[in-house]
């Protein structure tokens, strides 16, 4: 197969640099344009770049030259999907401008996750939603979210609950900085500290969840019908969200139900072996103390991070609380927007 | 008036040293014996001691002889009460032992917590409480507890909503790595990471919680109705337990009433204006992003950190949202204590 | 006597709280201006500031209204003197054209400290570089700073070593957060790192530590002659700057006679007893683990930290070997600048 | 090649984790003993372990038994070799006793390493000390050591400077916690903290530094003869100490020909593509601010982190000033010894 073209935008931020990190040995798409603000563009991305992964950049992106992040530099080069890594500020139009131009666009950016026409995809949880975008009025292009980045996480801790019905679930997080992007979060705010409060993050997790947990009719997402109350806090973490989660169950349940609801959940990007899906999408863990953010993103060498580690699995009279880490920059961002692209390509809805 | 003996139970740990700091210059009680582990006994307190505080070592106990934590080689030193920080594991005895030769025992160990005769008293939240110290069968002497350290920062939090009417109370923590003692959390396992897990505190702070809520009647107490469901979890911070709160409430609400009603919440301490007594139990902080561990624990130089700090006061449909801050060393140990024995005195009960 | 009135230049930044911090309560000058940058100007001082000092916004400025950083504006108001934190790119010409105006300037800026005419004043170490004032030009005004704040802390651990010949010094820091300003190092640089390069900084050492330890002869300065070798490095720490330094000497020496000199050591304004120095300019720790910077910046509650605190002192051969502890915010910031300002007041230098 | 079989001694620590981790899928050895302290032994290895490392346990050693660690018990077991990672404290006895049996030790314990007729091997840079083992008195067994873990990276950094002439080299630590094992550093200790102070950390370098340095003549070690001053501090990074590091040459230099004696450094286990060698041992970085921990280590998956990293090379008048980063529990403990028993077996030593 003829590997798929693709331009990263935002390439030179956090999630910018996990999308170069994922795509730079990828067997779909080669990286073939890479795009930066005012400051970068020009420049070749290894001097453009603060490279903050812990492996060093790709060889492949060093001296690719960063285009300025304007829809008419970008259209000027060949390519076939772009990965969006761009702050929602400036997502809405460019995006909408590249779609307009019949590129699709697998956006990490929440501009337009709350359109009714626009899926927020995961695919192990809602396949049926990339649906959405045959009713968006592009000519040839697309535009799939991702999820924000503890939505994607509590997502997985959700899904395999409903067959017990979920009546509320109230969620608290503790959050990596990575999160808020390189410069997101000083040092003298954090050291030693806990931040109880992020920006519009509570909001985000309340109404994706229901959304992504929501139901596919008639070509719009019914909503799921149960409650979500996030409370969200920024801690002295790297990568990592941990996430304790309550939930209230309509049936009865018993620990070891749920214990093997998520050791036995999957989907259809384990089914068709997608490059970027782990082989289990959720991955319990029954020591008494886990998970924890830096011991549990990653399995093994190379491993990517992709799965949703849940551990601490209790019962408290109806309610079922549990903790779930997800790597916030990988499932939560660029590792989910390549997960999409692969799928939408397994479905043949990208081309 | 002339200053009661104290003697300081478990005086080298870190809640021992803040028992050392609080008494070094108090107006009702003064040091005169301090005790220790096997390790320690027969040295001064000053080598003895690995202070870990950020002032220095008061000198007036610097050259204190530390004695065994044995009940007749305390007893055969001139007391009139005794703060104890002793580990749960040898403080059952050793305060049973004490309070029946006739000391007044004000104890940060969780013990006796559970017995139906000894209060777990937050002289703010249950005054009453201390009567419980009559219905218990020691010649002279009695015991006082204070509750955990997340409890004590959870209950200010509750007390005042308690007029809404409170179904039921769901309290994510991070707590500060100085509530598991010196050693207790090795750096290896919080630098940079989260630990989803504090052995006991959860059962602790369902519990503690309920009682300290409950009512008194015919020398029980009746615990409080509503349920209070806990996940710990420890971060690496040094001092203070920040937790996320997330209340159901019976009545209509909002959140100004609750603001008020939280900023008008005082005490028999304040009214007695006690040394030790905050003159505001509670403080509420209206910034987005407050309170956090590193800016809140002590409002000036020389501030003890009693008062219970609370922000970020959301409604979310019929629930209440929050954070609080509690110093888990002050108000969840030492100052708890210390405050219990003046209220002691103001009442009578200690004399 | 009346208090002078004290204007701070950049009193919204980590420094210039710390300014406002020791002048909200001090005996010899009242705030009475605070300027900001144009963002901040025209707010009350409450709201410009993102107070980061543990303690809260003392109440005397919190509406005071926060002026532009232009000369003309803080010329209409009535100043007897400014101290300055202001960045040094700005620095430079402000300062010149309010010392021009007649005002006195006390700056923590870098930007005049390389002019022959301008004392890099520590009145422990050097009182009579002060006399340098008298050849500057300006008409009323002159241009006081203070030094790098490492360097505040090395002149220290040097000084009382001159009596026994200096041949070079190499020092290599730990440098906190705090010295790079409120958004200097962001968390996603230093969490669990650290970063060996702070711009500039070891040239400001270098530079610096010999031209305070120099002579003054016929109104100028004259290098100290042994060579200073700095290596800096930045770790995650909030407050305190330590220092390893290996010192050549030329003389015989034991590390009783090192101590000794540390301990006797006492300056200026130790004998007029300024209100901002501390009782022992030195204060040597014999434990074999410290000086630390969250144990020893501050010895009891209220103390600034204007003590440099020096531990682990060893003889290595010919060499001696030994740790300081430096307040880079205070005894390297703004409380070097209050002291050179009361000391300035008490010679006379200042009315 | 028929594997030879390897035991660990000390598994369940910090390096033991380390030897686990590499031995278990190595091309010469295969783990087939592991031993453990009192409170471990006859237990799975699985269950004795409270695994430390980022990635998952290996499959192969999860239910091995973990023996005790005494001679009896691991001669019962058919082993070809032993790593050890042991405490010194009771490693001096028992690796005795074991070469004695006719086991080849290598060890990362500091038991041995001041015997004369005891290598401290680092192939790449005192490759003919191997034949030291040629006068060790033991019948078939033998001994060889790695160094400390600061001194693994020191001798990096001073090796190719040796052509130059080296007069002194003072070197200034950062250290890992992992170095102190796993619960060596309590997180009230180094949280937000520098503690300048490991125990005999110093005395170690500098005695170690100067032996692997030395001349092998008449089956003894000549040290080298230029004086090594270290002072060692601990920070809150979890693994990889950073050293500051200035030597004094006698000969001319310049920054270029230091910089390229150091990338074209290369040693025998590169000639013989040894396994766990690294392709260059020394890479160096010319960004103004590295090496770090946090982004140095490790070059790209999978790779162990065996490189010493350089950077910040600078020439201060006749001093050559750099910092290095070394990966402690790899490069400075069980790499190191791996590494040792590969090139013994390359060279016949072992077979």
Known sequence: MKKLK????GATGVVGQQFVKILSNHPYFEVTTVTGSAKSSGKTYGDATDWSATNYLPEIVIDMNVLDTDANAILRNDIDLVFSALPASIAYDLEDELASS????????????MRESVPILIPEINPD?????????????????????????????????????????????????????????????????????????E???EQETRLILGKHENGRIIPAQFDVNASCARVPVLNGHLES?????????????VIDAYNSFSGEPQALDLPTAPSNP??????????????????????????????????????????LLVHNAIRGAAGASVLNAEFALAKGVLE
Chains 1, 2, 3, 4 share one sequence.
Request: charged share 20%; with cysteine.
């Open 6 to 9: 693709a331009g990263i935008l």
């Open 245 to 257: 989660v309550v939930v209230q169950l309509e049936g009865e349940f018993s620990v070891n139900q």
């Open 282 to 323: 959720i991955i319990v863990r029954l020591e008494p103390d886990r998970p924890q953010p830096t011991r549990d993103l990653s399995l093994h060498d190379g491993d990517l991070g992709m799965a949703v580690k849940i551990g601490r699995v209790r019962k408290h009279k109806n309610r079922l609380n549990f903790f």
């Open 203 to 205: 909001t985000k997790i």
């Open 102 to 113: 019949g590129i699709p666009v697998f956006s990490n950016a929440s501009a337009h996750r």
């Open 129 to 201: 939603h990339l649906n959405l975008v045959s009713s968006q009025q592009y000519d040839g292009g697309f535009i799939v979210t991702n999820s924000n980045c503890s939505t994607s996480g509590l997502v997985f801790g959700l899904k395999p609950l409903m067959e017990f019905g979920i009546r509320d679930a109230i969620v608290t997080t503790y959050q990596a900085v990575s999160g808020a992007g390189r410069k997101g979060v000083g040092s003298m705010d954090i050291l030693g500290n806990v931040i109880p409060f992020i920006s519009d993050e």
